[in-house]
C-alpha cells in the first residue's frame, strides 16, 4: 500500500487529497445539521470540535487505520466535502462521504467513490467494501447501487444528535 500521507487522485473535475487542519473552516462552515439528518456524527458546536476531529482524523490516517480525502472542485480548488476509505486495516474497508449542499445532485459524490473504489481495488487486499447508509438516504444509496452494492445488513444505531438511524450495509464486490 501507498503512502497514505501522499495518496492524491483526480479525475476530470475532482481532487481528492489528505485532509489537513487548512480545511477546517471548510468542514466547520458545510457539516451542517442538515448534511448530517442520515449520519451518525453531529455537527460540532464550534470551530475547536471540527479542529479536534481532523486532528484526529490525521492521527488515524498516520497510523494507518483511516484516510479522509477532502473533495475539491478540480478548475477552481473549492471544497465540495469528504470522502473516506475507512478500516483500511482490515479486510472490509468502509466507504463515506458527505457533499457540502450547494452541489448537492452534480454527480460530484458518485464520482468521489469511483475514485476511492478504484484506489482500494489497486491498493488494498479486501474481500470487498461495505458502505453503511440510512434507509432514506436515497441519494447516497443511489450511488452505492451505482456500483452493484448489495444489502448485506440491516441495522439500527442512535447517531451522535440521538437520533434514530435505520441502516442499510451495503456490499460492493470485486
Known amino acids: 500500500m501507498e503512502n497514505l500521507e501522499k495518496v492524491n487522485l483526480e479525475s476530470t473535475r475532482l481532487i481528492l487529497k489528505p485532509i489537513s487542519l487548512e480545511y477546517t473552516e471548510d468542514v466547520f ?59 483500511i486495516d482490515t479486510d472490509t474497508p468502509e466507504l463515506g462521504i458527505w457533499i457540502k449542499k450547494a452541489v448537492h445532485g452534480k454527480g460530484f459524490g458518485r464520482e468521489a467513490i469511483g475514485l476511492l473504489k478504484d484506489w482500494v481495488d489497486h491498493n488494498l487486499e479486501s474481500e470487498c467494501l461495505s458502505y453503511p447508509v440510512d ?40
Do not use: H, W
Open 29 to 87: 462552515r458545510e457539516f451542517t445539521s442538515e448534511i448530517t439528518t442520515y449520519m451518525y456524527p453531529k455537527r460540532a458546536d464550534n470551530i475547536g470540535e471540527t479542529e479536534k476531529v481532523i486532528k484526529d482524523m490525521i492521527q488515524q490516517r498516520k497510523n494507518g487505520n483511516d484516510l479522509v480525502l477532502v473533495m475539491l472542485k478540480q478548475e477552481t480548488l473549492e471544497f465540495l466535502g469528504i470522502c473516506e476509505v475507512g478500516a
Open 135 to 174: 434507509k432514506r438516504n436515497i441519494p447516497s444509496r443511489k450511488i452505492v447501487e451505482s456500483f452493484e452494492g448489495k444489502v448485506f445488513r440491516e441495522f439500527q444505531r442512535i447517531n451522535k444528535s440521538g437520533n434514530l438511524l435505520n441502516e442499510f450495509e451495503y456490499r460492493i464486490y470485486k
